[in-house]
């Protein structure tokens, strides 16, 4: 049997209150890099395709993915993924739907909490798993927030996958999700 050991609690000697740094001795904040454009996030897009095309050799797996919200139908989105696949000689082996409950904002910016996809991004990494690409409408269907979006292309990146859209990136990757409003808001009221 192993015994941990606590690293030591560091306590201030009784009395003595340190004060906070002045704030020019503070460090300043790290500054996010700047979004990428979409035409861009395009190009890479293309270039881990390209990856992943090469790696595959004959035809490559894919899945198809649609994301809908409650009472859509994915059946269209699906159907614009299968042709997009038809066209590039893409083999599907699957179709994975992820519906969204009425105003989940968390799972619709970020993809992982989504079981669907949470399960592609499983098949992509298993060694022992044909799929090796993903096809869906477009960019909003991952995530609509510039930096998950990027850090998904990342990810294909790494895992040396293909992520195929229907309709390529858009300025929606520049927006964050907090200025996206309802339809109706987004008008005025009006409707």
Do not use: C
């Not at 198809?64 to 082996?93: S, W």
């Not at 895992?159 to 987004?186: K, N």
């Amino acid at each position: 049997m192993s015994t941990l050991t606590q690293a030591p609690v560091l306590v201030p000697p009784p009395g003595r209150v340190l004060p906070p740094r002045a704030r020019v001795l503070r460090p300043a904040p790290a500054a996010a890099p700047p979004l990428k454009d979409p035409h861009a996030l395009a190009a890479w897009r293309d270039n881990i395709n390209r990856t992943a095309l090469a790696r595959s050799g004959e035809a490559l797996s894919v899945v198809l993915y649609a994301l809908t919200g409650p009472g859509e139908d994915p059946h269209t989105d699906l159907a614009a993924a299968q042709h997009y696949a038809e066209r590039h000689r893409l083999l599907v082996v699957d179709r994975i739907v992820d519906t969204l409950a009425r105003d989940d904002q968390a799972s619709t910016d970020q993809p992982e909490l989504r079981r669907g996809y949470a399960r592609t991004l499983h098949l992509l990494g298993d060694p022992a798993s044909p799929v090796r690409g993903l096809v869906t409408t477009s960019q909003t269907a991952v995530t609509r927030v510039g930096r998950l979006y990027e850090a998904q292309l990342d990810r294909y990146a790494a895992l040396r996958a293909a992520l195929f859209l229907v309709r390529a990136e858009t300025e929606i990757s520049a927006m964050p999700s907090t200025t996206l409003l309802p339809l109706p808001q987004a008008l005025g009221g009006a409707l």
